[in-house]
């Protein structure tokens, strides 16, 4: 997938899914909730195609479970839409409100499997790696031994079932385990060594990364900051409140209340913006 | 300029009383390219990692190591990391961290190089190695021989002057191994680096050398230019006949006062040149009739490891007959493993049949497919260790025969010492013994001779044709082409999911052109049928002019 925004630099991806997840899991607005919640499956479907639909067909019956559990179970609110056999009222506060609180996690739910697609392990370690580079070097170790002791592990089983000892069996699988850290800590010399024969523990470590700050980057974080900080004016203000009970009540719209939503909406939509207008760009240029 | 100077280095292993180096005096110039060769145990990869503090072992030590006219033990640290590069045995635990371009960037993080340096010289390592194409994967995606190519260019892109290499295609097959070595050459040539290298598969390592340095016993047995070594081969140096390349064991074996060869290609004109035949000379082969039920048999084999990828079986036929050593040989990734382990039961064909000694091996039960039915050797036989001593690791399959099996596989000596703390050639012994102690008619080998060196493979042999005289069958695989030619009875060359080609061993490497040993390729225009160095001995004492 040709994607504008997966080719940026980490920080911008970092600051980006840092905003709208803080902001995701804050707010209760149904305005803004609505907002983050369709640029997320917007932008989750353009990353992941049909993973991210065949998803969907599980998180929208949860959403609904919640619903449906949250309106049996809770009984605040002024507005009774019916009453059950046992007496409960059944309130549409308390069914608008499950609705919210299910919509913020499916909304956060959705961003993170954008993060997933977009933020790879090394622009993770890049990040990471800037603030502190030999947690990054570990974080990077953990991820090359993970695999190679999984092959490993499959490796002694196969070994271990050709002379007649199974996996099945509890005995057999701690032999196996036991096989595994014996191995590992022997070969854990040589790894050593390949470091320290290429100068590991040398004072002043740098960190080496293939990306690059661009203008274009550098532009887009502050174009983040600046629609972070007029949110957050907005909840300074109170534009971004949402009450459900006893009775639902939203703050009154003014026009500083459409700037809001239009910042807001810039700010959820800019990674898809970015992707649109950078493939119309490239097929124009055909 | 001399670069490397050793002055009368002894070194002893703590609680060790012989010592591993007794004396050793050694010179190496700038732009050298040395090959470090001798027996296992030699005390190779101790000299070498002597020339590089970080990796020298700890112990009792006498003498001086210079490198550059300093002291190596007063050498600082970052020069040290900087200007002696070390290549490993073992690549995969050479690699550190989990991308390509990490792994490059490396030795270069270390020194504390700017973003600039650091791209730059991965750029330029990255492309004079070819590595592009495979610049961002995960470094556990790769192949043995990529990442053994990727130790080499991080170690370069620190930019040593001296490069040490430790045995560094032991754990490759043999086409990646020439690659590798081919790249060494290279560097050499271009790039006028010191090359110190020990390694006991010098087919490929000779033709290059300016130097051979032999050690025995912890001393310089000589140290001349590789053609000269040729010479030596029928007298003091009989030991190292082994692992010599082929054309100067010949050589050796024959005698001359001719120039030594040292490639094919000067085998065949030394051949032409001391030998008088007419026409080529054939020999009557035996009749390689066997009857009976083969031990493996397999019919239409289809496997695939994941339903989407490709089948690595595609219908494959094959007889391996009883009483025999079977070597299924093929190139990397021509799924010999794979029909290994579908013959052995390991993994499950989802088409075709598997019968092993006439039964179906699908309704053979587990406890009985591997108790005195088949047993496999896997490549990594560590992988089979579980016990604290040699002793119990044989004991826990069968206490009554433990002795005798230790016996016949001299492992005695060793009996009490925990089985990592034993050689290689040793820790495949106790493994073979573990699994003969199962007591398998059908004995499967994945890959049997990987990191053996040249006096063991031999014993090796003798033991798998014992077993065969005593009924058993060897199923083995194997990227040794040498080796197959020596020990087994029928080849077979797995390519393509099937077998291209099925024959006696001798019939099978003289139909071949490329597929076949070193010996046969310098005989073949005169003495076609002979596969190995002794073959062509023997023809030569027998042809001569």
Redesign the interface.
């Known amino acids: 997938m040709r994607s504008a925004f997966t080719k940026s630099h980490p920080v911008l991806n970092f600051l980006f899914f840092g905003s709208v997840v803080a902001f995701g899991m804050v707010f209760f607005h149904p305005v803004f909730l609505g907002v983050s919640f369709v640029a997320a499956l917007a932008y989750s479907v353009r990353l992941r195609g049909r993973g991210t639909l065949r998803l969907m067909r599980y998180l929208l019956p949860t959403l609904l479970v919640v619903v449906f559990l949250g309106a049996a179970f809770n009984h605040y609110g002024v507005t009774t839409l019916f009453v059950l056999p046992n007496g409960n009222r059944v309130t549409l506060e308390a069914i608008v409100h499950s609705f919210a609180t299910g919509g913020m996690v499916l909304t956060v739910f959705l961003w993170f499997t954008c993060y997933d697609a977009v933020v790879t392990?090394?622009k993770f370690?890049h990040v990471f790696g800037r603030v502190f580079?030999t947690g990054a070097?570990l974080i990077?170790?953990t991820?090359?031994f993970i695999?190679?002791l999984t092959r490993?592990m499959h490796?002694?089983f196969?070994?271990?079932?050709?002379?007649?000892y199974?996996g099945s069996k509890l005995r057999n699988a701690l032999?196996a385990l036991?096989?595994l850290v014996?191995?590992s800590l022997?070969?854990a010399v040589?790894?050593s060594?390949?470091?320290?024969?290429?100068?590991?523990?040398?004072?002043?470590?740098?960190?080496?990364?293939?990306f690059l700050w661009t203008r274009r980057d550098i532009l887009l974080c502050a174009a983040i900051l600046a629609l972070d900080a007029l949110t957050v004016a907005g909840v300074i203000v109170g534009q971004t409140r949402a009450m459900y009970n006893p009775f639902i009540s939203l703050p009154a719209i003014t026009p500083f209340s459409y700037v809001l939503y239009v910042g807001y909406a810039l700010l959820c939509f800019m990674p898809l913006a970015l992707d649109l207008t950078e493939e119309h760009k490239w097929n124009r240029s055909r | 300029m001399e670069q490397i100077q050793i002055e009368n280095l002894h070194f002893a292993y703590p609680l060790c009383a012989d010592e591993a180096l007794c004396g050793v005096d050694l010179t190496v110039h700038a732009g050298e390219y040395v090959a470090l060769c001798g027996e296992s145990g030699c005390g190779k990869t101790t000299l070498l990692r002597h020339l590089k503090n970080a990796l020298t072992p700890a112990g009792k030590r006498v003498g001086t190591v210079r490198f550059c006219g300093t002291p190596i033990t007063e050498l600082d640290a970052r020069t040290e990391a900087e200007k002696i590069g070390f290549v490993q045995q073992d690549p995969e635990n050479a690699v550190v961290t989990d991308k390509v371009y990490h792994e490059l960037a490396f030795g270069l993080e270390s020194l504390g190089l700017g973003q600039s340096e650091m791209r730059l010289r991965v750029a330029e390592m990255a492309s004079y190695f070819g590595i592009e194409s495979w610049f961002e994967s995960s470094t556990d995606t790769l192949s043995g021989g990529q990442l053994q190519l990727l130790n080499l260019a991080s170690v370069m892109a620190m930019h040593p002057d001296v490069l040490l290499l430790d045995e560094p295609t032991s754990q490759l097959d043999p086409v990646a191994a020439s690659d590798f070595l081919a790249t060494i050459d290279r560097i050499h040539r271009e790039l006028g680096l010191t090359v110190i290298l020990t390694e006991h598969r010098l087919e490929d390592v000779l033709p290059c050398a300016d130097r051979v340095v032999v050690l025995h016993r912890g001393r310089v047995a000589a140290d001349c230019a590789p053609r000269e070594i040729g010479a030596a081969l029928s007298g003091e140096l009989a030991f190292l006949r082994g692992s010599m390349p082929s054309a100067m064991r010949i050589y050796a074996g024959v005698g001359s006062s001719l120039p030594c060869p040292l490639t094919v290609c000067e085998g065949k004109r030394w051949l032409s040149d001391t030998i008088c035949v007419s026409e080529p000379v054939r020999r009557e082969l035996p009749d390689d009739k066997s009857d009976g039920v083969p031990a493996v048999r397999m019919r239409e084999v289809f496997f695939t490891y994941e339903k989407q990828s490709p089948d690595v079986l595609r219908g494959l036929t094959m007889d391996v007959p009883q009483g025999k050593v079977f070597a299924l040989l093929g190139g990397n990734g021509a799924g010999k493993s794979t029909a290994l382990k579908a013959a052995a039961g390991l993994l499950k064909p989802y088409r075709g049949k598997v019968e092993l000694l006439g039964r179906d091996v699908k309704k053979i039960p587990q406890k009985e497919l591997y108790r005195q039915f088949a047993a496999v050797l896997p490549q990594q036989v560590r992988t089979l260790f579980t016990e604290k001593t040699v002793r119990l690791e044989l004991e826990t399959i069968d206490r009554d025969q433990a002795d005798a099996i230790a016996e016949r596989l001299h492992l005695t000596a060793f009996l009490d010492k925990h089985p990592y703390d034993v050689s290689g050639g040793e820790q495949q012994r106790v493994a073979l013994g573990k699994v003969l102690l199962t007591k398998p008619k059908l004995l499967f080998l994945d890959e049997p001779t990987k990191g053996m060196d040249s006096a063991f493979k031999e014993s090796f042999g003798k033991l798998l044709r014992e077993l065969c005289a005593s009924g058993a069958t060897v199923f083995m695989v194997s990227h040794d082409v040498e080796f197959c030619a020596r020990v087994a009875d029928r080849c077979a060359m797995l390519f393509d999911g099937v077998l291209a080609a099925d024959a006696p061993t001798v019939p099978f490497f003289s139909n071949n052109t490329f597929y076949t040993t070193a010996a046969n390729r310098i005989a073949r225009h005169v003495f076609p049928d002979a596969i190995t160095d002794e073959d062509v001995i023997a023809l030569c004492r027998e042809n001569r002019i």
Request: charged letters at 30%; a positive charge.
């Open positions: 392990s090394d370690l580079p070097l990077s170790m991820l090359r695999p190679l490993r490796k002694i196969e070994g271990q079932k050709g002379i007649g199974s032999h036991s096989i014996t191995w022997e070969n040589d790894v060594d390949s470091m320290k024969s290429r100068g590991y523990g040398l004072r002043g470590r740098t960190s080496y990364t293939r």
